[in-house]
């Protein structure tokens, strides 16, 4: 995808983060979150749009904001300085030199990035509402291409997975792309769309849900998906 297309899907689902705050209630518990109120999650959204600002302008990932105003007015004040503040900031050139926590160390990093972790949280905080829209299918696509490129190399790295040592193969069937993760011929295939997959591969959706089509050795599947592949 294009660096300039995740700004542009970026600032649509910021705003769409936003309309839930504005008309949600604030203590609706967020499935997927552990223990989080949406509350909490507009806590978390903005805090990390302040920590990628700093990324970027000052080249660090030590950043600690500041905990969000619990009062609605304020914390939608609050909310729009920290979008506003990241917006900026990844305004400049993509290929320019960022702090981020896996390569490239660029700003456009950060413009992918922040894309698929909004989309992602703008779901959580419609779904906590009971009514989660849909997700673009060629971003959350992305988005299931970034879970194999980015985040699982990096649980990885951490200690936080092993490496696979089975394949599983993840088709997506409305936009026609496809991706094989773990070493050899898939012992499983899973198909479903791109948006279901994004779903999947981050724990919103189970491995069980009918949207989704197996093929193959399905346990070994969901061993591969539960590693974790992603934080």
């Known amino acids: 995808m294009d660096s300039a297309a995740y700004l542009g899907h970026l600032g649509r689902e910021l705003d769409a983060f936003r309309a839930c705050l504005a008309e949600g209630d604030l203590s609706a518990p967020v499935e997927h979150c552990g223990e989080w109120t949406l509350l909490d999650l507009a806590d978390h959204l903005g805090g990390q749009n302040l920590w990628v600002a700093t990324a970027v302008t000052e080249r660090r990932g030590n950043y600690r904001a500041e905990p969000a105003p619990r009062e609605r007015a304020a914390l939608l004040e609050w909310y729009d300085s920290t979008c506003a503040a990241m917006l900026d900031a990844l305004n400049g050139d993509p290929a320019a030199e960022a702090w981020t926590f896996f390569p490239p160390h660029t700003i456009g990093f950060w413009r992918r990035r922040r894309a ?94 009918s949207s989704l089509a197996w093929e193959g050795d399905r346990e070994a599947g969901r061993e591969l998906l539960h590693a974790p592949l992603v934080p």
């Open 116 to 209: 698929l972790e909004t989309l992602v949280h703008r779901w959580d905080a419609e779904h906590a509402l009971g009514a989660a829209g849909p997700l673009d299918a060629g971003l959350a696509a992305d988005g299931v291409a970034e879970v194999f490129e980015v985040m699982a190399p990096r649980q990885i790295s951490r200690g936080r997975a092993a490496e696979p040592v089975r394949a599983l193969r993840v088709e997506a069937a409305d936009t026609g792309r496809s991706w094989t993760y773990g070493p050899g011929e898939p012992v499983a295939a899973v198909r479903g769309t791109a948006a279901d997959l994004l779903l999947l591969l981050w724990g919103r959706l189970p491995h069980t849900a």
